[in-house]
C-alpha cells in the first residue's frame, strides 16, 4: 500500500486518515457521514458570506463623518511653460516644412510681417522680392555716398551686391562698392560708395544721369543670382566742384566702327617710396555700337620683354569707361626707362565674334594724366 505524507503533520500517511494528528481526506464518504437527515438529498452548497448590516441595529442614528479636504496641487509655472514648448516644438518644425514645400504662400503665414517704407523715402525699385529706397533727397542733388535702404520680403537671407553703375553714359562699377547681407523680412541700409576721382578721370564735371544695377542670390542658392533692373535716380543736373579735361582729350589709340581708345597718361604715385608697378596708366574706352563687347588683354611687352597685364572690361551697349592698366612685374625701375608699351588687345560681341589689334601707349610723350 503506498504511503504519502500527511499534508497535515508530515508524518506518514495512507491517504485516508493521518494517525497522528487525525487529518482525514474528505471524500463522499464522509460528505454522507455528516448527512443526518436521512431520505433527503445529499446537496453540498457552497458556503456564503453574510453582507454586514449597515444599519444600526439599536436604531441610533449615524454619526456623521469629516472628510479631509483634498491637497491642492501646487502648478509650477516653469512647469507649464516647459509642458508647452515641448508640445509645441513639433507642431512648429511640421508648419516650418510645410512652409519650406509650398513656398511662398505659408511663408508669409509664419514669419512676421515686411517692413514698411519709411515715410521720407524716396522708392527707387521694387520687383524680385526686394525693395531698394533712399532717405536722401535727389532734389538736393548728386553724393558721392548714397544710403540706401534695402527690404528683404522673401523668406530667406539673401547676399546683395553692385553690379554695375553709370554716371554720364561712363561704366564707373569698379570705382564704387556695395555689398550686404539682408535677413528674410528685414531691411538694411547701405551705402552706395562711388570714387569722386572716377568723375575727374572721366571727365565729368555735371552730374546729368546716375544709376545702378543689383545682383544677389538666396542663402544655400549662389548658383542662382538675380539681376534687378536698371536702377535711375533722378538726380537734378549737378555741376561739380572740379572741372576735368574730357575723358578722350589724349592720344588716339586705336578707332574703327565699333569701338575707340585714346590713351590719358599715367597717375603719378602719391609717396615717393611708390615703386612703378603701382603707378596706372588711364586709358579712355567708348562703344559705339547698338551690341554689347568685352575687351580684353592678350599679351603685354614692355620694352621688348614679356610682362603680365590684365585688363577685361565689359561695354554695354553706347557706354564708356576709363580703366586702369598696371603691370605688377616691370623690368624697369622708373619711369624714365620705360621706352615702349605694347599692348596686345582683342574684343568679343555676344555672338562670340572677335576683333584683334595691338597699341602703343605713348608714355614718353603723353607724360602723366592731365585731369
Partial sequence: MPRYDCPSCGNSFNGKKCRNCGYETFNEEIAHRLHVHKGEPLVIRETTRKPIPTADPFGCPPVPQKRRPAKKRKVRPLGVVMLVLFLLGPIMDATKNIAEK??????????PTSESLPQDDYLLYSGNGIRVSTPWNPETGFTSELPLNIF??????????????????FCLDEYAYLSGEIKPRQSECLTLYLNEDALNYCGISTVSTYGFRLGFYEAKNSDQAVLTDFICVPFPD?????????????????????????????IPPKYDSASLSDIPFLIFIENKSDRNLVLRSDDVLVNGSACDLWIYS?????????IQCSCPDLPVEKIEDLKELTISLLYQDDDWNETSFSVILPVKSQGQAVL
Fill in 152 to 169: 528683404n520680403d522673401g523668406k530667406k537671407r539673401i547676399f546683395l551686391w553692385l553690379d554695375s553703375l553709370t554716371v554720364n553714359d
Fill in 102 to 111: 509650398f513656398g511662398d504662400t505659408l511663408s508669409y503665414i509664419t514669419s
Fill in 314 to 322: 565689359p561695354l554695354p551697349a553706347h557706354t564708356k569707361r576709363v
Fill in 238 to 266: 549737378t555741376e561739380l566742384k572740379t572741372q576735368p579735361n574730357p575723358a578722350d582729350d589724349g592720344a588716339p589709340l586705336f578707332e574703327d566702327e565699333n569701338v575707340r581708345l585714346v590713351y590719358r597718361g599715367y
